[in-house]
């Protein structure tokens, strides 16, 4: 199947500790997923998604010889960034 990722707290990024704005992204499908219930922060560097594991957000697993293979063909090896801009309050 393919994956979904869900953003929490409340569609919104919210302030952690150090007043950097973050947002939290879970995987909540497929069912069976080595991803399910993983939630990903997505800090102000923001992030890429993609099969390859230098991606900040891999669709891939680590197989016990150490290969990475793909677990989601419809997800291609470097398929999206997510970037971030600050605002300021003026």
């Not at 707290?9 to 973050?22: C, H, P, T, V």
């Not at 992030?47 to 390859?52: C, D, I, M, Q, V």
């Not at 900040?56 to 063909?73: A, K, P, R």
Request: glycine share 6%; charged share 25%.
């Amino acid at each position: 199947g393919k994956h979904q990722l869900i953003v929490m707290k409340d569609s919104s990024f919210y302030i952690d500790d150090e007043n950097d704005a973050q947002l939290l992204l879970e995987c909540f499908a497929p069912d069976g997923s080595p991803l399910q219930n993983q939630v990903f922060v997505i800090g102000q560097d923001g992030a890429t998604l993609g099969r390859r594991s230098s991606n900040t957000i891999s669709f891939s697993h680590q197989l016990e010889d150490q290969e990475s293979v793909g677990i989601d063909t419809a997800i291609s090896s470097e398929h999206a960034r997510i970037e971030t801009e600050k605002f300021s309050d003026n």
